[in-house]
């Protein structure tokens, strides 16, 4: 590489150093003080804002530029609008507004709204988000200006990922900055909330994927048995990394870092073919916009490699499915992370206090936590062993987890545990300083040193959703702590107290063995944790009277728009699963039965021939394999009718919450059926005949 990476890291961001140097000194002092401190934008400055991003777009070869958004499909949407304008003489200029900048009205009605927006009255905006910098894209379409807004309708209610997001960041600073005053830190006006992302992803080669419609129209293997390895050995996990792979690798960074993404962690995960990346993390909205542009990124530069991106959260059965961990934690406008324990957390009130708070949040609101870690995918993950249980609960690990005990039996934590040392035995290595707390890698939901990792997000999804409900039930308990705090007259003693309490009222939450566990299963249900098994299961989660009076409390969600969105659920898993079936019902009519049948007529042909040439030849092994094919092909045929049968009921369903337990409850089973012969068929069946490529292949032959 010519370039100096320090040159190229975030050449195609419109950041702050390139606001300095290009705006006036004035305008880039009121842009900042919106940044910072969310105050109103002036419109003069905007314009001035609008011009030298263009000034700048264009010098780098923009032609267009798009207002950038994450409506409720949970991916990304753009629409592209060029610069020029007619000037005199059949000349053309480059414009573009403040405005423009500001304010873009898409259309894009037929996004989902869950009944938001009639299609006859369907104006959606798009308004600029000024604290997520905008950026260069450059692909076949040229190099385009994005700018990062938030989506919302005629009537103000949010239709994307990003306004509530953003919204209930103000709710959490809000309720910790009460919080941080009462411990005398005036300094502090502002927190903001960290995200780190960790994801995981399948490469696969694209001629092959092109060969397989399961994965072209669903992102996962509807059919397919196990290759005869799988990810038993352990030998793909942190292995060393193909070069085909590393070449993408190197590209993708490369990409990433231009825009000013700080891609850190590559490496090869538990399943074979399954990869992962992590940035550095960074404030919660610029991180969920930047997730967003990795995926969008990594199928990108995988197509240019000849391989295909996989963020499905179960591409293949058998091996392990692909997850996101949140890492989450609170960091003060003065630069203070407020999950920071210290040497010994026992003395650190302060911290504790946020850890109670954080207890009580998750232990309340568990069913809104594992709502935002749904989607179609995660439902073959959530309680599979492989990812975390359905189940949430806490691991605080040993230090704190002591401390806490501490503070439930005796009312007073006294001491903290150390790490100590660690001894390899071999001299010549060095002594390495232990932390105080192991790891766990079966919890939902774990404290990992200075922050908390919820592990239950599926790959393919935004994180918006999960941060969404982590700030808002965070200052939801923040607010209740702050209103009881302030009129202590104690505060010492008040708070003291408040501590104590939390953890004991919401220690069933706590949980540090493992979580995959049977024993877990059980004893989570004595504790009455709630196991809430599926998607469908899962949404009513968002709009019960308890959900609507916390998202309406804090200003992140009205009831109109939880109602919606719980419709949205609902119809993005019906329309999921009805893909599929359909999915599977082509395949198995078009591509797997035709192939069995082919099969049992070469091998009825065969006993023929033998029989005519050799009278008393043994057609026993001929004969078996005749039999047994063509009994799973019959079963597959009763299955396929069935399959076919219940997709047309689906079809009579009222919409919503009906038809979309009919998908889970009746057309995810007969789905199952119809896998089943098909996919034992397939290690019968001779290679040759077989329609599409295996597991083998797909895995193994990247
Ligand atoms: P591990 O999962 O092994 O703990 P790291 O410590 O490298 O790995 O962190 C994983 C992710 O967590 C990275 O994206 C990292 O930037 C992020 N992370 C680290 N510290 C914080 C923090 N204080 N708040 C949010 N994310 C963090
Ligand atoms: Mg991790």
Redesign the pocket.
């Known amino acids: 590489m010519a370039e100096k990476l320090t040159d190229i890291f975030g050449m195609d961001v419109f950041d702050e150093s390139t606001m300095k140097e290009r705006l006036p000194k004035e305008t880039f002092k009121a842009l900042k003080k919106t940044i910072e401190n969310g105050e109103d934008l002036d419109s003069s400055v905007a314009t001035v804002v609008a011009n030298a991003m263009k000034d700048w777009a264009i010098e780098r070869g923009a032609t267009h530029y798009t207002h950038w958004f994450q409506p409720m499909t949970g991916i990304t949407a753009e629409k592209h609008d060029s610069f020029i304008a007619p000037a005199e003489a059949g000349k053309i200029m480059m414009e573009f507004s403040g405005k423009e900048l500001i304010k873009g009205e898409p259309d894009a009605s037929s996004f989902p709204s869950g009944g938001l927006r009639a299609t006859f009255e369907a104006r959606g905006y798009t308004a600029w988000d000024c604290t997520s910098p905008a950026f260069l894209r450059e692909d076949a379409a040229g190099v385009t200006l994005c700018i990062p807004t938030a989506f919302c309708s005629y009537t103000g209610e949010a239709l994307d990922k990003k306004t509530p997001l953003l919204r209930s960041m103000e709710a959490v600073s809000k309720q910790a900055v009460r919080i941080l005053k009462l411990f005398g830190h005036e300094e502090v006006t502002n927190i903001s909330c ?3 992302p ?1 994801q995981e992803y399948f490469l696969v080669d694209r001629e092959k994927y092109l060969k397989r419609e399961d994965l072209v129209f669903t992102g996962r293997t509807l059919f397919g048995s196990m290759a005869p390895k799988g990810q038993e050995l352990d030998d793909h996990y942190f292995g060393s990394i193909k070069e085909r792979i590393a070449a993408f690798m190197k590209e993708l960074n490369n990409e990433l870092w231009k825009l000013g993404i700080l891609a850190k ?1 590559q490496h090869n995960e538990v399943a074979p073919a399954q990869h992962e990346i ?4 960074t404030t919660a909205n610029i991180a969920t916009d930047h997730n967003q542009l990795v995926m969008d990124t990594m199928k990108k530069v995988a197509t240019r490699h000849g391989l295909a991106c996989l963020l499905h959260e179960k591409p293949f059965a058998g091996v392990n499915g692909s997850g996101k ?1 949140n ?3 609170m960091v003060t406008n003065t630069g203070k ?1 407020l999950l920071e324990p210290g040497k010994t957390p026992h003395e650190n009130i302060q911290f504790l206090l946020f850890l109670a708070a954080i207890l009580e949040a998750v232990d309340d609101h568990a069913d809104l936590l594992r709502l935002s870690a749904s989607n179609p995918g995660n439902d073959h993950r959530l309680g599979a062993n492989e990812a975390p249980p359905a189940i949430i609960s806490v691991f605080v690990g040993e230090q704190l987890g002591d401390v806490l005990s501490q503070l439930i039996e005796t009312g007073e934590a006294t001491s903290s545990k150390q790490g100590g040392k660690l001894s390899t035995g071999v001299h010549t290595l060095p002594e390495l300083k232990k932390d105080a707390t192991d790891r766990n890698r079966t919890s939902p939901f774990a404290f ?1 040193g ?2 908390f ?1 919820f592990r239950m997000l599926g790959s393919s999804a935004s994180i918006a959703d999960a941060n969404v409900v982590l700030n808002t039930i965070v200052a939801d308990v923040l607010c209740n702590m702050a209103d009881e705090l302030e009129k202590a007259d104690d505060f010492d003693l008040a708070v003291h107290d408040l501590i104590k309490k939390t953890v004991t009222d919401h220690q069933r939450i706590v949980f540090n063995g493992n979580g995959y566990s049977d024993e877990w299963v059980e004893e989570a249900e004595r504790r009455g944790l709630p196991n809430i098994r599926s998607m469908v299961e899962a949404i009513p989660a968002l709009a019960t009277e308890k959900s609507i009076k916390l998202f309406e409390k804090h200003k992140v969600f009205s009831e109109t728009e939880l109602r919606s969105r719980v419709e949205i659920n609902y119809e993005a898993y019906s329309k999921a699963i009805n893909i599929e079936a359909k999915t599977m019902v082509e395949m198995a009519s078009r591509k797997f039965i035709p192939a069995v049948i082919k099969y049992t007529t070469e091998l009825a042909g065969s006993i023929n021939a033998v029989k005519a040439a050799c009278p008393d030849a043994d057609l026993s092994v001929q004969t078996s394999l005749l039999k047994e094919t063509s009994s799973l092909l019959a079963e597959a045929k009763t299955a396929l009718s069935n399959l076919s049968a219940a997709i047309a009921e689906a079809a009579t369903k009222e919409e919503g919450k009906e038809e979309a337990e009919f998908f889970h409850f009746t057309v995810c089973p007969a789905m199952a059926a119809l896998r089943a012969p098909i996919d034992t068929l397939e290690t019968i069946v001779d290679k040759e005949l077989w329609p599409v490529p295996t597991y083998g292949d797909l895995l193994f032959e990247v």
Do not use: D, F, Q, R
């Open positions: 960290s995200v780190g960790e962690t992590a940035p550095i993390y961990h890492n989450w934690s992370n990992t200075n922050k990792e």
